[in-house]
């Protein structure tokens, strides 16, 4: 009896260490999404880092779209425009915010519109803290997410 428990406590220990070892550091605070009509979409949130170490959100990934890329928002001399970034770094004791205007997600090639009050899957990976699954909330069209610009 007591062998057996002690064998579920360990097995259970097992899956758990993982996943802190892999997010330990990385805290991700109000994913959210806007409602789409098309096949692109964005991504929204704000990634704090507790840690000691910097860290770079190296890969996005999702079943909801052929392809998510991190993206930010520029002003070229009064155009707006995006532009590919190939990570994004997230200091040690700090956060990095992803909002319209700025630095987002960004969703191309939409296996359906994102509707409000759905939920897509995003994986995050990170170069020092591994993988993240994050649930993120579709809200309507031009919403800024309760944040403030």
Not at 93 to 112: C, E, N, R
């Amino acid at each position: 009896m007591l062998q057996s428990r002690l064998i579920a406590i360990l097995v259970a220990i097992g899956f758990v260490l993982p996943a802190l070892a892999q997010t330990k550091t990385i805290e991700i605070d109000h994913p959210w999404a806007r409602a789409s009509a098309g096949k692109t979409g964005a991504v929204y949130m704000t990634i704090k880092n507790t840690g000691d170490a910097d860290d770079r959100l190296v890969k996005v990934e999702t079943p909801a779209a052929e392809r998510a890329q991190m993206h930010i928002e520029i002003n070229d001399n009064g155009v707006m425009k995006m532009r590919p970034m190939p990570a994004i770094d997230v200091k040690a004791k700090a956060q990095a915010t992803l909002q319209p205007g700025g630095m987002h997600v960004m969703l191309f090639g939409l296996k359906q519109p994102m509707k409000a009050g759905q939920t897509i899957q995003l994986t995050l990976t990170f170069e020092k803290s591994g993988t993240l699954d994050v649930t993120v909330p579709v809200e309507k069209a031009g919403s800024m997410g309760g944040m403030k610009m």
